[in-house]
């Protein structure tokens, strides 16, 4: 089992700048997509950014495209996501998630390994 653990999340003002980050010591996690997922209190997870295992490909969500920026260290076995101009709708608890299949995928049940997560707070 892959075992992924996320850290530097927490407290910034809306238009702040954010990086958190995903880090395993597992030797799969240079052939997973991985992917950033965020749920919110009252609400479902939703897909944030994913990325492909050379990193050459990348997704985001409409939400989070042109202010976040998803990236990989496949030597270090860390993905990181870059967070601009924060708004206060991006609170939430940020997971990071592995996929063992090669396609880039925006659905949380295409992940089949799971961090514990990381709580971002905007204040505005």
């Known amino acids: 089992q892959v075992q992924l653990v996320e850290s530097g999340g927490g407290l910034v003002q809306a238009g702040g700048s954010l990086r958190i980050s995903c880090a395993t010591s597992?030797?799969?996690?240079?052939?997973?997509?991985m992917g950033w997922f965020r749920q919110a209190p009252g609400k479902e997870r939703e897909f944030v950014a994913c990325?492909?295992?050379?990193?050459?490909?990348?997704e985001y969500s409409d939400s989070v495209k042109g202010r976040f920026t998803i990236s990989r260290d496949n030597a270090k076995k860390t993905v990181y996501l870059q967070m601009d101009s924060l708004r206060s709708e991006d609170t939430a608890v940020y997971y990071c998630?592995?996929?063992?299949?090669?396609?880039?995928?925006?659905?949380?049940?295409?992940?089949?390994?799971w961090g514990q997560g990381t709580q971002v707070t905007v204040s505005s």
């Open positions: 998630a592995g996929r063992v299949f090669p396609d880039l995928d925006g659905t949380p049940g295409g992940y089949n390994y």
């Open positions: 990325i492909s295992w050379s990193g050459d490909s990348t």
């Open positions: 597992r030797r799969a996690f240079s052939s997973c997509v």
